[in-house]
Nanobody, 128 residues
């Protein structure tokens, strides 16, 4: 069974930075695409970013391009989300997710339905 543990959320002022981490266990980590999604107050869960198993390919939502960076360390079974220049509209619970299929990376990894495993979420609050 795959387990994902999200950490690193917190309260930050507009323009500040945070780094989220997601530690994975339970299966071979390096062959699966990992993603980050978020759900703001009163909003649906939305795609933020994804990274292929070997880290060579990434996808970003337009709203975070140039501000957020996803990375992974397969030796540590961990994926990271570096968030810079944060805005109040970035306030949300951020969820790490693992693709349910090994070796897959495509546009469809922008869809929550591509992921079979989810972290518990970590709250990010950006104050104005």
């Amino acid at each position: 069974q795959v387990q994902l543990v999200d950490t690193g959320g917190g309260l930050v002022q507009t323009g500040g930075s945070l780094r989220l981490s997601c530690a994975a266990s339970g299966r071979t980590f390096s062959t699966y695409t990992m993603g980050w999604f978020r759900q703001g107050p009163g909003k649906e869960r939305e795609f933020v970013t994804a990274i292929s198993g070997n880290g060579a390919s990434t996808l970003y939502a337009d709203s975070v391009k140039g501000r957020f960076t996803i990375s992974r360390d397969n030796a540590k079974n961990t994926v990271y989300l570096q968030m810079n220049n944060l805005f109040p509209e970035d306030t949300a619970v951020y969820y790490c997710a693992a693709d349910s299929v090994s070796g897959r990376f495509s546009y469809f990894n922008k869809r929550a339905s591509s992921y079979g495993y989810w972290g518990q979420g970590t709250q990010v609050t950006v104050s104005s």
